[in-house]
């Protein structure tokens, strides 16, 4: 392997505490918005671990949760369901 292969980290499932960060326009309900699509794919979400940010202008916030991830199949899913509401800017 050289120093240009970089391989990802290898996530064993079921992950218990993987956190899923939301960056979003700020504005009434997102942050219930994010927690209802991910409750979706993550029936068990903790609500008290929900974390949330603005940005230093108030423009953005970030939403962020800890999940029991089961599979890549449920984050890429997550991840679209997310995208798809066109409020969300960036999932990580």
Do not use: W
């Amino acid at each position: 392997m050289t120093d240009t292969d970089v391989q990802a980290p290898k996530i064993e499932f079921p992950c218990e505490r993987y956190p899923i960060k939301v960056i979003g326009d700020a504005g009434e309900g997102f942050a219930d918005l994010v927690v209802e699509v991910i409750q979706r794919h993550a029936p068990g979400l903790d609500s008290s671990t929900l974390r949330l940010r603005d940005s230093r202008n108030g423009r953005y916030l970030a939403v962020q949760v800890l999940i029991t991830a089961t599979g890549v199949e449920q984050l890429q899913a997550i991840h679209l369901d997310l995208r798809a509401t066109g409020r969300v800017h960036m999932v990580l």
